[in-house]
């Protein structure tokens, strides 16, 4: 699609020698889809409330919106406010 999301990997080569490789983290884009939706809202729930196991590494980084270390409403409701602008 064009559209980097979390997960994705960029690579810098030169002349075929990789130089380096990023891991994208996108606050808030949970699913990896590159932007923030009521799907990545959802994820984190699932994953606060129900779920520990539901998210691999590099999403969970991503869900911590405020990044003080931890998951929890204040991430879902800082989310919500970004994609819904209340």
């Known amino acids: ?6 997960g994705d ?6 002349e075929e020698v990789l ?4 891991k994208i983290t996108i606050l808030g884009d949970i699913d990896g889809d590159g ?3 009521l799907t990545d809202i959802m994820k984190i729930a ?9 998210l691999k590494e590099e999403y969970k980084e991503a869900a911590d919106y405020d990044d003080n270390g931890s998951h ?7 989310i919500a406010k970004a994609i819904y602008g209340k």
């Open 72 to 78: 929890d409403l204040q991430d879902i409701m800082k």
């Open 46 to 54: 699932n994953y606060i409330y129900k779920n520990k196991n539901s």
């Open 35 to 37: 932007i923030s939706s």
């Open 1 to 6: 699609t064009g559209i980097l999301g979390t």
């Open 19 to 22: 130089v380096s490789e990023y």
């Open 9 to 14: 990997k960029v690579t810098i080569k030169l």
